[in-house]
């Protein structure tokens, strides 16, 4: 009696359907949209941002901080508030001054200029790390505040009895906010257009509208506002008066929180990137000096006082908005826009947080997971965890925009500090080949003064009110970082040994051709880099199966990550690097004495790719057996299956599934 044939021997043409992941992954891929084609060469253009759309997914994060930060600083000020007319001047100031700052980061880092970058190119890994968790911390704490800055202003608008709403209502926010990042980074930004240009309209009907409303009252404002201040001058003295006006322009630090945004977010950004950044930066300086420092202004003016439940932008737009029907309707459109706006500020941490991410994770920081793209080709890992950490700071502070504004503030400005300094360390080391580099160097020393001196305040004043939290949670991210990368500092360093041994085996006396008769059986071998784990899964399959295969075919996927995914340049440096790559492997083989030849693809799923590609290599090879080389340890931990991902085992599954034999070799680290 005949054996029934093994599953493994099934032909290609046989092999069933791979399952479709059912009902969640059908209806998720509705949700977030077909793939991208990665062939079509001009994809970076249709994905890429120009300095407008640039200014609403990134500026909106500095420009709608003005509907926190100037209230933050007034209500400060509390009796003092004639303060707020040099205030206003100080705001502006300080925004163009660390903007203009950070235009001068675009130009030395076009492929993206941000904190972790700058730090770690600048003044080290160490310092790198300290500025990438600060961040970190910062982009889960922007969306938070963002979205619960909209709940404030959005409830502003309905009775007190509604506020039991609000904390749902803002966490269902931040998942519609996720889904709409993992379609894309544009699809978000032009959906959420035309909320950012009526937040434009409406404050700069509200802003011109209130100063020249109140211009006749000007006089004596400021006249009010001179005998205060003589009166505080004789009564507190100068210096009082002084740690005062410091105590609410460093609270009011939120206003300046979203500079940053521009210079991290370069990599969407339309070519020429550093042009476009650059008047990018210029849009959102312009418009959140203007903004904050004329909302500033109008509550001078207008004497606008706190109520219960309501924003001080509600307590302003009410009083210049009157009681007229045509006045209201303008007052709930203004508010609305505020809060739809601030719901695009959240954009930002999604945009940024992880670009950060994939960024540390490249340098092995955190785990490499974070540094893949999904098929729609955002970070879907990282927009996973900003969503979750957001909507669990959201729930701690259950939403309170004052405490999360104080926890947010200091990661930016210790950031802003660290950034700010390392280009004074830049203009420094450079002084031999730049003539002028005391005026360049100029204008970062200025805003380092500006940042530390806020950053310095803020942790003396609100240490106990939140900002012992915010230290504790970013050093606990930089010794968990630190954990992580001595892992893999571990794993390296064993798989180069093995990759030094290796090396050593004897070769044939003669080098074979290259030519591999498909004809033959062969070993097809899934490879990465060139290294230790490569060549041990190779000689493991020859040496385990002896006589049994007549050539070998390399197969690596060059995986489209956030690294590599910056331009059509690195996308050919991909490229360029596999084949290589595959060479190397090809020329040891032939050493052996082992005919051996090479195929390869790319894709943002190595797992799905390798799938396809192996599918092709069958058709060719139709005696192809697989080979794919796992990194096994002495003890499993829980977090191994985190930090390494389960790529052999998953190409294993998937080509079993279509009838291919699958042999996965480990390579032992203890």
């Known amino acids: 009696m005949g054996h029934p044939a093994p599953f493994f021997a099934r032909t290609p043409s046989a092999a069933p359907e791979p399952p479709d992941g ?133 409830f502003s608008l309905l009775p007190l009895d509604a506020l039991a709403w609000k904390l749902p209502a803002e966490a269902a926010l931040l998942g519609i906010l996720v889904l709409l990042n993992l379609r894309g980074v544009k699809e978000s930004v032009l959906v959420l257009t035309p909320i950012f240009l009526f937040f434009v309209v409406t404050h700069l009907i509200l802003i011109g509208g209130g100063v020249l409303g109140h211009a006749a009252q000007a006089p004596a404002v400021f006249s009010s ?243 012992w939290l915010t230290l504790a949670i970013t050093g606990g991210v930089i010794g968990v970082c630190v954990l992580i990368r001595r892992h893999y500092n571990a794993v390296t360093a064993k798989l180069a040994q093995l990759y030094r041994g290796l090396l050593s085996a004897p070769t044939a006396p003669e080098p074979a051709s290259g030519i591999v008769n498909p004809a033959n059986p062969v070993a097809a071998v899934l490879v990465a880099g060139y290294g230790g784990l490569g060549l041990h899964t190779f000689l493991g399959a020859f040496r385990d199966f002896p006589g049994q295969f007549k050539g070998a075919v390399f197969i690596s996927v060059g995986v489209i990550d956030s690294q590599q995914f910056k331009g059509e340049e690195t996308m050919e440096a991909l490229r360029t690097n596999v084949r290589d790559t595959l060479k190397r492997y090809v020329e040891f083989a032939r050493n052996q004495g082992i005919p051996a030849t090479y195929r390869m693809a790319f894709g943002t799923d190595a797992v799905e790719e390798c799938e396809k590609l192996c599918g092709e290599v069958s058709r060719e090879f139709r005696r192809a057996v697989y080979f794919a080389g796992k990194v096994l340890f002495g003890r499993e931990q829980w977090y191994q299956h985190f930090l390494h991902n389960e790529t052999a085992f998953a190409i294993q599954q998937r080509l079993q599934w279509a009838g291919k034999t699958v042999v996965v070799v480990p390579a032992r680290v203890t």
């Open 22 to 154: 059912g009902w969640f992954r059908r209806t998720l891929r509705f949700l977030v949209g077909p793939p991208r084609d990665l062939r079509d060469r001009s994809i970076f253009r249709h994905l890429s941002l120009v300095a407008f759309l640039a200014w609403v997914g990134l500026g909106a994060d500095g420009l709608s901080s003005s509907s926190y930060g100037p209230e933050e600083a007034f209500r400060t000020m509390g009796e003092h508030s004639y303060l707020a007319l040099a205030l206003a001047v100080v705001m502006a100031t300080t925004v163009l001054v660390i903007a203009a700052a950070y235009s001068r980061v675009i130009e030395q880092f076009p492929h993206g200029g941000g904190g972790y970058v700058v730090a770690t190119k600048l003044l080290g890994e160490r310092a790198g790390l300290v500025s990438g968790s600060a961040l970190l911390v910062d982009y889960v704490l922007t969306v938070t505040v963002s979205i619960a800055a909209a709940g404030d202003a959005l």
């Open 225 to 467: 506002a001179s005998k205060s201040l003589s009166s505080d001058l004789a009564t507190l003295g100068l210096g009082a008066i002084l740690l005062r006006f410091l105590h609410a322009y460093s609270l009011g630090g939120g206003t300046y929180t979203g500079i940053e945004a521009v210079s991290n977010g370069l990599s969407i950004m339309r070519e020429p990137r550093v042009q476009t950044g650059k008047r990018t930066m210029f849009y959102m300086a312009t418009s959140l000096a203007f903004t904050a420092s004329g909302l500033l202004l109008c509550y001078l003016l207008w004497k606008v006082e706190p109520v219960a439940g309501k924003t001080l932008n509600w307590v302003l737009a009410d009083k210049f908005a009157g009681g007229s029907a045509a006045g209201r309707a303008f007052l709930w459109i203004t508010i609305a826009s505020e809060g739809a706006l601030l719901v695009v500020a959240a954009q930002a941490g999604f945009v940024d947080g992880p670009r950060v991410l994939a960024n540390m994770a490249v340098d092995s920081w955190v785990p490499r997971r974070f540094a893949a793209l999904s098929d729609r080709l955002s970070a879907q890992n990282g927009i996973v965890l900003m969503g979750a950490a957001s909507v669990g700071a959201l729930l701690y502070t259950d939403g309170d925009v004052r405490a999360l504004v104080v926890m947010y503030s200091i990661n930016v400005f210790l950031t802003f500090s660290m950034t700010t300094l390392s280009m004074v360390v830049f203009w420094f080391r450079e002084r031999r080949r730049e003539r002028r580099w005391k005026r360049k160097s100029a204008i970062h020393a200025t805003a380092f003064v500006m940042c530390a001196t806020i950053l310095v305040v803020t942790v003396f004043e609100k240490f106990e009110e939140g900002g």
